[in-house]
Nanobody
Framework: QVQLVESGGGLVQPGGSLRLSCAAS????????MSWYRQAPGKEREFVAS???????????NYADSVKGRVTISRDNAKSTVYLQMNSLKPEDTAVYYC????????????WGQGTQVTVSS
């Protein structure tokens, strides 16, 4: 079955860095765009970044304005893993971070990981 497992979250001071990972299985990873979202307490889940799959716009990245210049999304198709490198972290980056894939075909639908907590605090 489709599985997305995030890791790499934690507590970091303002200005610090973290790299999140999302290990995927159960689908042809290289073919699909992968995305990161986040949800802060009391707020709706919001888009953070995405990276294209090989089928469409391979490798093309997109970022939310709030993270542009501080965050880099990348993928390793050999490891079926997508990464989110976050630098210059701010307290407002505190949230649960989720990876997501939208599949087509027999397994069509949106799939989410369980999330990883990122807390930016001194």
């Amino acid at each position: 079955q489709v599985q997305l497992v995030e890791s790499g979250g934690g507590l970091v001071q303002p200005g610090g860095s973290l790299r999140l990972s999302c290990a995927a299985s159960g689908f042809t990873f290289s073919s699909y765009a992968m995305s990161w979202y986040r949800q802060a307490p009391g707020k709706e889940r919001e888009f953070v970044a995405s990276v294209g799959g090989s089928t469409h716009y391979g490798g093309t990245t997109n970022y939310a304005d709030s993270v542009k210049g501080r965050v880099t999304i990348s993928r390793d198709n050999a490891k079926s893993t997508v990464y989110l490198q976050m630098n210059s972290l701010k307290p407002e980056d505190t949230a649960v971070y989720y990876c997501k894939v939208r599949l087509t075909g027999a397994k069509r639908g949106d799939y989410w990981g369980q999330g990883t907590q990122v807390t930016v605090s001194s």
